[in-house]
Each structure stands twice: as C-alpha cells, then as structure tokens.
C-alpha cells in the first residue's frame, strides 16, 4: 500500500464528532501556544474535591520532574462512579462477558458503586490505608473493576499482575512493591481452561513476608486451600462490610497504581502513574480517540493486567461514564466468531483489539465474521504492536464493512495512554500509520546522537514535552526512571521505538529499537528470558532476540550453550521451553531454540545481537561487519544450525 493511499473521513462521522478537522487543529495549535490554559480546561473533565489552580510544572532535564495539577485534591474512584449516580445511576456501567458463552451480567453505576465501597471497606478492616500498595492478581472478572476501584477510594496503590504470569514473577512484584495485601481469585477461567491462580498465590506468598492477607474472590467455586488467619473470602468481607465509604482525599500527584514493564535491562521496573494527570489523560484520549458518545457500549478485548485494561477498560471508560464491556474469555473460543457473537450480543459500537487477534482471525477467513451482523459498530481500533497494511484493510473491509474508520493507537504502559491516533472524526487514515499525535504530545525523530531530524525522515522517537498522563517515575528507582528514558537523548522522553514519518507528517511506529521484545503485543525484555534460560542446570549462557512471526509479530529465539558435558537434544529442548513458561509465564515461551557452542562476542565480552537477530531472521546475506567479534567462526556455526 503506498504513503499516499488515504482514507478519508467520513462526513458522517465528521458531523457531530467531539472533534473535526477544524477543531483538531484549533486544539493542536491551542495545546502548544497556551498549554496551561488548555490543560485547565480540560482538567474540568474530571471530578474535583479542591480543582487545580497550578497546572504544569515540568521538566526533562537534570533530575526531571513532572508534576500537573499540582494543588489539585481529588479521588480517582469519585470520577469513575459517584458524579454518574445522579445523571445516570442506572445506566450499566459494565457488561461482563463470561468465558462460557452462556454466562454474563450487567452492573449500573449504582451496583458498581456500592460494590466498591464494600470493598474499599473491607481492605480497609484489613488494615490498608492510604499509601500502602495492594497486589491484584485476577481473572476478567468484575471484581477486577471493584478492587481497582476501592483501593483508589481508600488511597490504596494498586499493582495489578497479570493472572497468565507465574509465581515468581507474581512474587517478585509483590516483593518490590512490598504489598501488605494480595486480592486473587480461587481460579481464572479462559478459553475453557482453568487458571490455578490461588495455588499460584499461596506459591508466590512463600517468599512474600510482607503480605499479611489475601482476600480470595469466590469465582469458579472450586475448592482451593484457605490458611487460617491470612486468607478471606471477598464475599464474606464485603457482605460484612459497610456500602459508605467516603472517598480519601488525595493530592493530584499522590500515587494512583503501579505496573511492572519490561525494559531492556534487569527486572521488570514499576512505572508509577499518579492521581490528577493520568485521569485527566485517561478521560481525554478516551472520548477523542474513540469519539465516545453517551449511550454507546465500548469493548476493549485487553487484560486488566496490561496497561490497555488499566486506562481503556476500566478508568477512562468509566471517567466518561460510558457502558465497558469485559471479557473473561478469548476471542477464538469456543469458536473463531466470537468476538463477533458478542459484538451483536451486547450490541457494540466502539471494538478496540490487538493486531495480533486480527492476523489469527484473519486466517480463518470471512465466513465466520460475515456470519454476524455487525451492524452496531461504528469504530474500531488497534492496540499493541505495529499493524501490518494487510491486517489493517481485512479489519477495514470484512470487520468494519469500509464504514467503520480504524484508529491505530500508539502509546506505552509509561504514557499512560494513547499519544498517536487518529480521531474518527478529524484524521484521514492511511493502512499501517498511527497518523498524527493528539493535540498536546509533542514528538519528534532523532538520530542516534539525539539531532532533531526535519520532514520527511525515519529515526528514533522522542517526545518534546510532558503530557498529564506520563509516568512520574520508576517506584523506589528515580535513578533507572532517568537513565532508561532521559539519559540516551538528553532533556527529551525516549520511547525507545523507531518512527518514520511520511510528506503529510504522518508516524508509521517501526517497533523496538532496543532489547525488548513485542509478541503478541506483549511486552518482554530479552533480557528476562535469558536470566529464566540460564537459570536451568543445564545452561551456561543464553542471547535471547525477536524474530518475525506471522501470527505473533514477533516470536521469540533463544540462542543457548550448554554446560560443559551436558548433551543437547529434543527432550531437552522441550523441558527448556517448559522451564520457561514455568519461570515466567505461557507468554515467554520460546518459539525456537538453536543449541549455541559459541556465541558471537566482541574482544570484551559483548554478544552482537544485531548478528542473532539477522541469523534469527533469517538475514544471514546482510550480517555487516563481524569483524570485531574475537572468534568469528562462531557466526558461520550459528549461520548453519539455524531452526526454523
Ligand atoms: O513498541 C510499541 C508497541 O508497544 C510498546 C508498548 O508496550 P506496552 O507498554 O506493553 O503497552 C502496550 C499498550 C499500549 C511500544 O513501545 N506499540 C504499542 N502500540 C503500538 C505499538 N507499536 C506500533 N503501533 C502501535 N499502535
């Protein structure tokens, strides 16, 4: 598809859109020209117990420092639900969506508001105060909502892991964070299959000193293991619990959750996002993004575990008191249609998945979706990873029937939420282009030694400016915040992806040009899977690198060497993989593992991944120069026993 291949917008789509072209321009120019003015306005989306009078208070230089809406007192939780009660207390507020497609439920803002202020209170007998960080480890269900919610009521933190990841990586969040209280659930259910999530917990709880209760939610009702003294039911503590709870006061920069991220290096980091400025963000980049109008039913497929769930299922949706639909289930089972069963089920407007959910359905052809009628829909979006052209007009064309415009959002657990999209209503589309940066973001390309580069160009992607949603720092770490995101291009946020952008200023994400990897739109820092990989008896060393993947994006290779007398063989293999998937999680799976003598090192010891990439890509006629490697025979070894 070349550059120039747009879609425009549709003028009914442009007509009684929040935003027009003319007006996405006005906001643009407005957001740079007066940002504090802006920013005060926009502000006023949101709920306030003291409104800010001081708004942006920034800087990308030195220690950096970013505070918005500084002075501001407000709670998260009164945004999400108790200014709706009055205007709209019985409209739902959640349609849950059960793994089975026999099982849902609708709750109102009215239900919804009561279940978290049971919840807030019964945390709160459980001794958690305002400040203390509280571990969530569930499934998609709606105390998922509930428990966000009333740890933001009482000024709890919370950090949500992902029910898919192992018990360590649950413990060694809950060890960084030093939670005192983990919320779980007896088990998960997805695609038919159940999760062990309490017998995760009570894995991951033996090495977790800090924790004194776990409050289990009832959930497929099968019998778990309870410990006497640590462990509650959540249904039993909220019955006994109090329906009023007042909000906590909370300063706009007073922390609002926690989210482990991969980055290129060591352990996952905690990106701390706050009060004031995420909620603003999340409420904004949500009514532009998706031109959310009132009465509409929104689905965002995402887990509450990853960012997408935090700002695009749960906050932002409920901020402008929209209906969020959840979805326990994933969307191949129990048949390839079901995302599309559901669409008419609960009659939605707004579907905002993964690129890699498309590619997979992709596959199976037309059938399956031209069997439903769609008809409810009215935008569609992308999250994740780059969106290929071809997946972008079979969404396009077969989802969306040509009348639903595609809104490819690019942004990062550290954003907070979307920083480049088009909107419906103002931003003609071009297949495989996040497009153009929302008014107020500020990015820009720059070379490898940080020069801004002009026009029409390819390079590193940096951002100019501070915008409400951006993550404060890395919890306890201030240090790594700086070093990972301010350090390769001074006094500029690095995202850490590379850009190109076209004649019309138009970004087209390219992905990481660091050592993470996106598989499935997952985030992994090969750095991870190595430490996983060489913690295994059998392995001495391990270089872990992305290769591309027709389904996934990106798969992952791992490039091994085994201790000395220890043999390589298929058996083996498949244990490494199992180790894995045990150390970390079914997402960190090896695609494929090539058994390694030798690895190619520099003089000092440094493996050249750009070489295991190229191999793993099958590259191997644009190696570069291998030159500097200490032996380089190794390369043609690798070259030779390539997998795949
Ligand atoms: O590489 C980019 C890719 O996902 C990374 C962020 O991952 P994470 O923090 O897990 O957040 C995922 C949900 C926002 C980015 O650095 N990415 C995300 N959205 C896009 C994307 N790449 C291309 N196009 C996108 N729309």
Redesign the pocket.
């Given at each position: 598809m070349p550059d120039d291949a747009l879609i425009a917008v549709k003028p009914e789509l442009a007509q009684g859109a929040r935003v027009d072209a003319a007006r996405h321009r006005t906001m643009t120019a407005e957001a740079i020209r007066d940002p504090e003015g802006f920013w005060r306005e926009e502000a006023k989306r949101i709920a306030w117990m003291t409104p800010p009078t001081k708004i942006k208070n920034t800087s990308f230089e030195g220690d950096v420092s970013i505070r918005w809406f500084e002075d501001g007192v407000l709670n998260a939780s009164v945004s999400c639900l108790d200014r709706h009660l009055e205007t709209r207390g019985d409209q739902v507020a959640i349609i849950w969506e059960g793994d089975d497609p026999n099982s849902d439920a609708k709750v109102t803002y009215r239900e919804l508001h009561e279940r978290v202020c049971r919840m807030a209170n019964a945390i709160k007998a459980l001794g958690v105060k305002k400040g203390d960080r509280v571990t969530l480890y569930l499934p998609m269900i709606v105390e998922a909502a509930v428990a966000m919610l009333a740890c933001a009521r009482v000024g709890a933190v919370h950090s949500i892991v992902f029910g898919g990841f192992s018990p360590d990586s649950l413990s060694s969040r809950i060890q960084d964070c030093d939670s005192t209280l983990l919320i779980t659930a007896d088990q998960g259910r997805r695609g038919g299959r159940t999760v062990p999530l309490k017998t995760n917990a009570d894995e991951a709880l033996k090495s977790c000193p800090t924790v004194k209760n776990v409050l289990v939610v009832r959930n497929t009702g099968n019998a778990v293991p309870m410990q006497e003294g640590r462990d509650i039911w959540c249904h039993e503590a909220c019955a006994a619990a109090s329906a009023d709870c007042p909000p906590e006061p909370m300063n706009a920069e007073d922390p609002l959750f926690i989210l482990y991220?991969s980055g290129s290096t060591g352990k996952p980091k905690g990106v701390l996002h706050t009060t004031g400025g995420y909620m603003v963000w999340a409420s904004y980049t949500h009514e532009l993004v998706f031109d959310y109008r009132p009465g509409e039913v929104y689905w965002c497929t995402a887990d509450v575990g990853?960012?997408?769930g935090h700002t695009y299922i749960v906050y932002g949706p409920l901020a402008n008191g929209a209906t969020t639909l959840m979805f326990e289930g994933v969307p191949n089972w129990p048949g390839i249609d079901r995302c599309w069963q559901v669409v008419d089920k609960h009659q939605v407007n707004i579907f905002y998945t993964a690129p890699t959910a498309i590619r997979s359905l992709m596959r199976e052809g037309e059938a399956p979706v031209r069997k439903w009628s769609r008809q409810s829909l009215r935008v569609l979006g992308?999250?994740?990873?780059?969106?290929n052209p071809e997946a972008w007009m079979w969404y396009y064309r077969v989802v969306g029937d040509e009348r639903c415009p595609i809104v490819?959002?690019?942004?990062?657990?550290?954003t907070g939420g979307i920083l480049i999209s088009p909107l419906p209503g103002a931003v003609d589309q071009k297949p495989g282009s996040?497009t153009l940066p929302l008014p107020g973001v500020q990015p820009a390309l720059v070379d490898g030694e940080g020069n801004l580069l002009e026009g029409a160009t390819e390079g590193n992607l940096v951002i100019l400016d501070s915008w409400p949603g951006q993550m404060r720092t890395v919890y306890k770490d201030h240090e790594r915040f700086i070093q990972t995101y301010f350090s390769t291009f001074p006094g500029k946020y690095f995202?850490?992806?590379g850009a190109r952008r076209d004649a019309d200023g138009y970004y087209w994400?390219t992905?990481?040009v660091d050592d993470v990897l996106?598989v499935s739109?997952h985030?992994m820092g090969t750095a991870e899977i190595e430490s996983a990989l060489v913690a295994h008896p059998k392995v001495a060393e391990a270089a872990v690198v992305g290769m591309p993947h027709e389904l996934k994006g990106q798969g992952i290779y791992c490039y091994v060497t085994l201790k000395t007398g220890e043999e390589p063989s298929d058996a083996l293999k498949k244990e490494l993989v199992a180790w894995v998937r045990k150390e970390i999680g079914p997402i960190a799976a090896p695609d494929a593992i090539q058994w390694a003598p030798g690895l190619p090192k520099t003089r000092s010891g440094k493996i050249m991944r750009r070489i295991l990439r190229k191999i793993a890509a099958n590259e191997t006629d644009s190696l570069g120069d291998t030159s500097t490697l200490a032996d380089p025979t190794v390369v043609q070894d690798l070259i030779g026993n390539r997998v795949g």
């Open positions: 991220t990853w960012v997408t992308s999250v994740g990873e780059p969106i490819d959002t690019w942004w990062q657990t550290e996040a995202s850490g992806d994400i992905g990481r996106n739109g985030r």
